[in-house]
């Protein structure tokens, strides 16, 4: 295994400079997501290059390759990295700074998918060395419910050949570079949007009397909402609840009829999420009917909570501390992000691990989803190795 080990490693070093160049047209020329129509004839067109067959509109822009190792029919694993961007205006400085205006890989799917394609490279020159199938799945739409994910498991990527595990990566700008980090159990929360609509009747603010003020009943929903957190929540169960918009009121002296609220409630407990749903209807509700008004709660059903199979996510964290070396393999604690990549782990085995991106001596400390994220490139060397490694290990478990 040693050697198999030295070759990953030597492999990952050779392609890294191909990688970071896939990486940095990707990040040049972000797209958002359900939008990723040349991100993903540039992905197909550079694996043909590679010599891969590519079944290309899975789910509109979604892709899928597959690498056949010595008896094909035994085990076959699946690798996932998205590819989409986010509605950012990039502030970086750097040479391949994004050319699309207020579009950016903000969230480092650039990196996922260029590893994803380095992934590829690696098992490809190893096709003599293991048994069994790899899935490689390059996912549109993370980052917009209801996702990418979700259709391409409808347009059957857990099928024909079906994956018996599925393996994901983050970049993760709080890990330094060269380290990594696992989650057992859940690793990331569900993530469901809550709409308000609270409607008064209007009036002059001079008399209040005559009128139905929706402020003054929004402001006490938005108060009262977070005893669902601090009072219904089980402690023990992470759970959060932020309103983030408020839109209402055109002057200064008249009420207005209505006002819409908006945000996210983030929770780990599929149990607890429907009950919450209920709760937050049922407390808007009559708040404003106590208060004179009437009020319309839509709560958008987004991700359901990231699952890591804590055998599968024992044997990976085992497998990555061959490959880095103790030191550099870590469990953390689990985060309140959503992810798509939970509908895979729904339907299988799944373990989706952090990978340090973060280099202060750099400068590169910025958090995902800011304009000023980036990673140390040094991460498409460690990245795709890693993948390629973890997924020979997997390919060598036996089924029973
Ligand atoms: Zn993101
Ligand atoms: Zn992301």
Redesign the pocket.
Known sequence: MKQLRDRVQQLAQANQAQIVAIRRHLHENPELSFQEFNTAKFIAKTLREFGFEVQEGIANTGLVVVIKGKNPSKRTIALRG?IDALPIQEENTVSYKSKVEGVMHA???DVHTSSLIGTALILHSLQAEFEGTVKLIFQPA??KAPGGAINMIKEGVLQNPAPAIILGQ?VCPIIPIGKVGFTKGTVMASADEIYITVKGKGGHAASPHAAVDPILIASHIIVALQQIVSRNTDPLKPCVLSICQIKAGEATNVIPEIVNLSGTIRTVSEEWRKEAHKKITHLCQSIAEGMGGTCEVNIGQGYPPTYNHPVMTERTFEAACNYMGHDNVHYMDMNMGGEDFAYYAQQIPGCFYMIGIQNIDKGINSF?HTPTFDVDEKVLEIAPGLMAWLALHELAVSED
Request: glycine share 12%.
């Open positions: 998205d969230c480092g799917h993370e980052e983050h995902v």
